[in-house]
């Protein structure tokens, strides 16, 4: 009966439906009999997002609910094949600058309205809109015809060259040709919005009993710090294939914590597996244990605008030659990542990744070059070179720092010192240049092509962290920016790694891998690349 | 007495305001800004974003916009969930805390005072030695162990229990949490209760009135009991609002959207106006706790009431 009632009184500002209300309480007083006819997914969502407004969010964690409430004019299958969501049908033009969508007419909003093409352009102008202040503006559609400058305030919003032909057709126009367009506009933001409920309900447009949404999904209540529940938007066009009626994500921010939370019962799926857990579930619960590569980077980087690693090429190599990369993910990190000896994860889409030249080289071969490389880098034994090494706070950062400390002590007898700092410390501390030397960051793939990892490192990318500055790269990478082939584009990309990992602006240490507890009885599961799993792709079987 | 209190209240203004102004202070010295992440935004979105938050302006600027607010009840939007204002996060995580915070004290003080008699009344005995040795492990070990112990013995293993908040019902969801906040607690209260007990028997008006001749019970009830509980109250005050704001460790384990559970994440991600919020709750609540324990040591004890 509590149950019931707490139920209810958290959804006091939604309006539910009378059936619903006493769904719930049947659920909740009549037991398993009546529980049984409405299937509730339980998953492990990590820290809180931070809004369900889909322009005013970035992290994965509101990623993962905006994609079940939302759907954009694509998104991905359960295997992580991008398709058509939104949209039916699309005709890219031979320059590929334009884009002409077809909308599915029986496309819905959760009220019942009709999603139309002025709704894809209505959030696509608040997206670039600087009064929204949206994060992903640039990075979803930077490249459409006059974004950059209405971002910067110097073009109203109505200019942007997004255009609804009539209520079904959408045609976009770009800057310049770029191949994976259509996976941006997977992103949630890149959803369309209900103009009707933004106008009228303004900030609070995202919240239980306001937000109205195209997904399978409808927001139904969102206790801050606690967890977000949805459930099934009836006027969802695909409504007869979501098999889940009502999914909870829980917010998990500790993943000690949460992992005892699914062995209790009270999760059907993780978001994280603890390390210290890991070789405890593989072998206790082998079959639960989701294990897939993941695209994103772990890396060291070097402050390149500074002595030591300023034009000292050697020295960089060196100090990446000496790290037994396998050592550090089968003992350190341990949880099945693949050592990494490039930028471009493996598993991206149409592209060959590069690896650093002595990446087939014996260990000990590797450790004689390194050795070489670092005496030649000015440094002798007789006058070692003593590093910083910055990470945030993490047991796992440290474990790998101590790792990479002592392999560098051993091949090359580098001391070096480690700092741990507050993760916005740490940020502060790389942005600003000045007494960064090695730190560690990370870089997790927007949509699955090597452009999203290699433009991270162009000249005036912002999140370039370490300064390089290439021009013969920044080159490359503008020709593949052009270019309409996408032989000729890989090709352009993969010399443009190659570049790169000449270069060592980094030290790449692993790819990581996408790690998650699914319990049995979730069906439908699909392992990916980019680690999306939409609730209305999975299914619970009665195994209770 | 009411003047005392009223001025107690007014005297607390200034102390209010400089604790908002050392934390806006702080918070703002601290490295990194709230929408700073690994992944660098472009600078005309980093510059769309301050204007936005008018974190643009001058830092005395902003601290007057937000006392200003602050005049007008208005406490600011949360930088971090842009979908609500930091009244609407303290509104929704004070009660909690508090409903567990009450139910831990009053637990506390139940078995603790009670753990604290009997081991007074029967000094040096076995009992006695139990009960300070089990209060003795309950000061030092810490929540932090206790608290994953508990649930992996009760939840994981047993399934007596919820793991989490959102994993059990009303009543269920707040044994463990409650217990968990109470322990360190009832350990405390029983020490206390049983120290100041045993001062209190020894007394020489407790030796008067045994030698009239009363019952050891209605010695305790109508003479030891009221003075026993002088150094329990004062000590209370400081508890309750230590419990209301400390309980920042049981909220992380057991995924309770309370009070101190905002604190950190507004810490960590630099939310300045959700900080200063609970700053300000924290500080009314140490406040006004101390205030009400004085106003009862005076109620209780009438020398006090006297000067």
């Given at each position: 009966m509590n149950h019931g009632l707490s139920l209810i009184k958290h959804h006091s500002r939604q309006r539910l439906p009378i059936l619903a209300?006493?769904?719930?309480?049947?659920?909740?007083c009549g037991g398993a009999q009546d529980a049984k006819q409405e299937s509730v997914l339980n998953r492990g969502l990590g820290a809180e997002p931070e809004s369900l407004d889909t322009h005013k969010a970035r992290t994965n964690q509101a990623g993962d609910v905006q994609r079940d409430l939302g759907e954009g004019l694509t998104g991905y299958a359960a295997d992580g094949q991008l398709e058509l969501a939104a949209a039916e049908r699309v005709e890219v033009s031979e320059d590929g600058l334009q884009y002409t969508f077809w909308l599915r007419p029986e496309s819905k909003w959760s009220n019942g309205d009709s999603v139309t093409a002025q709704d894809f352009v209505f959030s696509f102008r608040r997206l670039v809109n600087p009064a929204t202040a949206a994060f992903y503006a640039q990075q979803s559609l930077g490249d459409v015809v006059n974004a950059t400058e209405i971002v910067a305030g110097k073009k109203p919003a109505d200019d942007l060259a997004v255009e609804a032909i009539d209520d079904l057709q959408l045609k976009i126009t770009l800057n310049n040709a770029v191949p994976y367009f259509l996976a941006l506009l997977s992103h949630p933001s890149t959803f369309p919005m209900h103009r009707p409920s933004i106008e009228l309900h303004g900030d609070a447009h995202a919240r239980p009993g306001n937000l109205v949404s195209n997904g399978a999904y409808r927001l139904q209540a969102w206790e801050v710090g606690s967890y977000i529940e949805i459930v099934r938007n009836e006027h969802y066009r695909n409504n007869d294939q979501t098999a889940i009626d009502r999914v909870r994500h829980h917010i998990t921010p500790e993943d000690a914590a949460e992992l005892n939370r699914y062995r209790a019962g009270e999760l059907d799926i993780t978001f994280s597996v603890p390390s210290e857990a890991f070789q405890q579930m593989r072998k206790e619960r082998p079959n639960e244990l989701r294990v897939s590569p993941y695209l994103a980077v772990y890396y060291y980087g070097f402050n390149l605008t500074k002595p030591p690693f300023r034009d000292n090429l050697k020295l960089r190599q060196s100090l990446s030659m000496a790290i037994d990369r396998e050592t550090l993910t089968e003992k350190v990190t341990a949880r099945g990542e693949a050592p990494a000896y490039g930028w471009v994860p493996p598993g991206t889409n149409n592209y060959e990744p590069r690896q650093f030249l002595y990446a087939?080289?014996?260990?000990?071969?590797?450790?004689?070059?390194?050795?070489?490389?670092?005496?030649?880098?000015?440094?002798?034994?007789?006058?070692?070179?003593?590093?910083?090494?910055?990470?945030?706070t993490s047991q796992g950062h440290r474990r790998i720092a101590l790792a990479v400390q002592s392999m560098w002590r051993e091949v090359l007898g580098v001391e070096s010192t480690l700092i741990n700092e507050e993760s916005q410390v740490l940020i502060e501390n790389i942005r600003m240049q000045d007494v960064t030397q090695v730190f560690r960051s990370s870089w997790t793939g927007d949509y699955n092509d090597?452009?999203?990892?290699?433009?991270?490192?162009?000249?005036?990318?912002?999140?370039?962290?370490?300064?390089?500055h290439n021009d013969e790269y920044d080159g490359l990478m503008d020709?593949?920016?052009?270019?309409?082939?996408?032989?000729?584009?890989?090709?352009?990309?993969?010399?443009?790694?190659?570049?790169?990992?000449?270069?060592?602006?980094?030290?790449?240490?692993?790819?990581?891998?996408?790690?998650?507890?699914?319990?049995?009885?979730?069906?439908?599961?699909?392992?990916?690349?980019?680690?999306?799993?939409y609730s209305q792709h999975l299914s619970l079987a009665d195994t209770d | 007495m009411l003047r005392y209190a009223l001025l107690r209240i007014i005297g607390a203004i200034p102390t209010l305001l400089l604790v908002i102004a050392l934390a806006f202070l702080m918070v703002h010295a601290a490295p990194g800004g709230p929408f700073d992440a690994e992944r660098v935004l472009p600078p005309e979105i980093e510059e769309n974003i301050a204007r936005a938050y008018n974190l643009d302006e001058s830092l005395p600027q902003q601290f007057l916009r937000y006392l200003g607010g602050l005049v007008r009840g208005d406490l600011g939007p949360s930088y971090r969930y842009r979908d609500y204002t930091v009244a609407e996060l303290i509104g929704n995580a004070l009660p909690l805390s508090m409903q567990l915070g009450v139910l831990a004290m009053l637990l506390a003080i139940?078995?603790?005072?009670?753990?604290?008699?009997?081991?007074?009344?029967?000094?040096?005995?076995?009992?006695?030695?139990?009960?300070?040795?089990i209060a003795m492990t309950g000061i030092s070990v810490p929540v932090f162990v206790v608290a994953p112990v508990m649930v992996l013995v009760f939840a994981v293993y047993l399934h007596w229990l919820p793991a989490s908040w959102t994993g059990g019902t009303d009543i269920s969801r707040l044994v463990l949490p409650v217990v968990a906040l109470a322990l360190p607690q009832i350990a405390y209260i029983a020490r206390l209760t049983r120290a100041s007990m045993i001062g209190v028997l020894s007394s020489d008006y407790v030796r008067t009135?045994?030698?009239?001749?009363?019952?050891?019970?209605?010695?305790?009830?109508?003479?030891?009991?009221?003075?026993?509980?002088?150094?329990?109250?004062?000590?209370?005050?400081?508890?309750?609002?230590?419990?209301?704001?400390?309980?920042?460790?049981?909220?992380?384990?057991f995924g309770i959207p309370g009070l101190g559970q905002f604190f950190i994440r507004g810490a960590l991600n630099r939310d300045y106006t959700l900080i200063l919020g609970i700053v300000i709750v924290y500080a009314t609540l140490v406040i006004s706790l101390n205030l009400v324990v004085?106003?009862?040591?005076?109620?209780?004890?009438?020398r006090i009431r006297r000067q």
């Open positions: 209300c006493v769904a719930i309480l049947l659920a909740a087939n080289l014996s260990k000990d071969e590797r450790h004689r070059k390194a050795r070489e490389l670092y005496r030649e880098a000015v440094f002798g034994e007789d006058k070692p070179v003593s590093l910083e090494i910055r990470y945030n090597a452009h999203t990892f290699l433009s991270v490192m162009e000249s005036d990318n912002p999140s370039n962290l370490t300064g390089f020709k593949a920016a052009v270019q309409t082939d996408p032989r000729v584009r890989q090709v352009f990309l993969e010399e443009a790694e190659k570049l790169l990992l000449a270069e060592h602006p980094v030290i790449p240490l692993y790819f990581y891998v996408n790690k998650n507890m699914v319990s049995l009885r979730v069906r439908g599961w699909g392992d990916n690349v980019l680690n999306y799993h | 139940v078995a603790g005072i009670a753990a604290g008699l009997t081991a007074a009344l029967s000094k040096n005995s076995f009992v006695d030695r139990l009960v300070t040795g009135a045994r030698a009239q001749g009363l019952k050891t019970s209605s010695i305790i009830r109508y003479h030891a009991l009221k003075p026993a509980m002088l150094p329990l109250l004062s000590y209370m005050g400081p508890a309750l609002a230590g419990i209301l704001t400390g309980s920042v460790v049981v909220e992380q384990i004085d106003l009862l040591y005076g109620i209780l004890d009438p």
